[in-house]
């Protein structure tokens, strides 16, 4: 297995390594001296032996390029990241998941080979596995393997219940991801248990992140607050600060992706946090996401004009970026509004949150008092 990763990323090109969050930078005419390399079987040029052991301390005198750096080639378009819901199965059943029904179905191994395959082709540099529940998907191990070897640089999104597992731990430990953000439910087992439905959820859970850290991984930690565990909300704070690891807050619960509000209910409103004004993203220019059947869309939340992946491979990515732009037109009931250019959710956002009938104070400066629209 590869030890660095060169690759073209936009308009610039890249020195990474697998499991690690940082980038070096490095210019066109090394990136090519690298290709050379490892095609002719040379050593490790001074300056890239120099550059690692200063960004993370390995030396690779005397080393080939070849085996040593996988270098990429440039993808097809722009899409430098992505991420794909493997399966939308989950372990646990939380009364606020944006994604409703959880059905465990989704492509075979040999679908999700080639999809992976496609996914690379793309140009694809940050790959995140999420679901559902990814780790409990048993084609998983393969496909996290799979990814590492095609040179790309992986996030997992887990709720962290399948961490305490060995094999899944010594894979992690084996290969690591850049990040693992785990999602936090509660700071005592009847809180965590009541609001993920599973007896015994918060015990796995803790048994898992405890493994995790002392492997050492790269943890992010995802504090979901609602109305059923915001009493644990200091609780939960002080729990990250006392392993050590970064954390961020999420309390703005959406309808699912299907436009109903039964996720609505378990918001919390006293945390309740003001999103920023929304300024455009690059969903379907330089990013994309891929649900459990290989289906391309510009993001998790705007699905509809899907792209299949694994018949159509990377041609079908030409036509993401006018789906984006096509989704992000303020139209329904948001047309005309002389609000818009300080609106704070996305048109695809704001297409779910209509058709769940929600109030506007949850997504929209119209349902707000006027002193905090600006």
Request: with cysteine; net charge neutral; hydrophobic share 35%.
């Amino acid at each position: 297995m590869h030890e660095l990763i060169a690759s073209p990323y936009e308009d610039e090109h890249l020195l990474l390594r697998p499991g690690s969050a940082r980038a070096l930078k490095i210019p066109y005419a090394k990136y090519t001296q690298l290709l050379r390399a490892a095609a002719d079987g040379e050593e490790a040029p001074a300056w890239l032996v120099a550059a690692v052991k200063s960004a993370w301390g390995s030396d690779l005198t005397g080393r080939p390029v070849a085996g040593t750096v996988l270098v990429r080639a440039p993808g097809r378009f722009r899409h430098s990241r992505a991420t794909w819901e493997i399966n939308l199965g989950c372990d646990f059943d939380c009364e606020h998941c944006y994604l409703g029904e959880k059905k465990f179905a989704g492509l075979d191994w040999e679908g999700k080979q080639r999809l992976l395959h496609t996914v690379r082709d793309a140009g694809v540099i940050w790959f995140q596995f999420t679901g559902g529940e990814p780790l409990i998907d048993p084609d998983f191990p393969a496909a996290y393997r799979l990814a590492n070897e095609l040179g790309m640089q992986i996030e997992l999104l887990s709720n962290g219940s399948r961490l305490r597992n060995d094999k899944i731990l010594s894979l992690l430990i084996e290969h690591p991801p850049s990040k693992i953000s785990l999602s936090v439910y509660g700071a005592t087992a009847e809180t965590y248990d009541a609001l993920t439905r599973r007896r015994g959820a918060f015990n796995r859970f803790t048994e898992g992140l405890d493994k995790a850290v002392r492997a050492g991984l790269n943890i992010d930690l995802s504090l979901i607050i609602t109305n059923r565990n915001a009493h644990e909300a200091d609780a939960m704070r002080a729990w990250a600060d006392r392993l050590g690891v970064p954390h961020r807050e999420y309390a703005n619960i959406s309808p699912t992706i299907h436009g109903t509000a039964e996720t609505l209910p378990s918001q919390s409103p006293e945390h309740l946090t003001q999103r920023a004004p929304f300024t455009g993203c690059p969903a379907g220019h330089t990013f994309f996401h891929v649900d459990p059947h290989g289906r391309a869309s510009i993001c998790k939340v705007g699905r509809e004009h899907s792209i299949d992946l694994v018949t159509e491979g990377v041609d079908g990515l030409a036509r993401l970026g006018g789906i984006a732009d096509s989704l992000m037109l303020r139209t329904g009931g948001c047309s005309g509004c002389t609000l818009s250019g300080s609106c704070r959710v996305c048109r695809p956002m704001a297409k779910i949150f209509q058709e769940a009938k929600a109030p506007l104070r949850n997504y929209c400066q119209h349902g707000q008092p006027k002193e905090l629209v600006k």
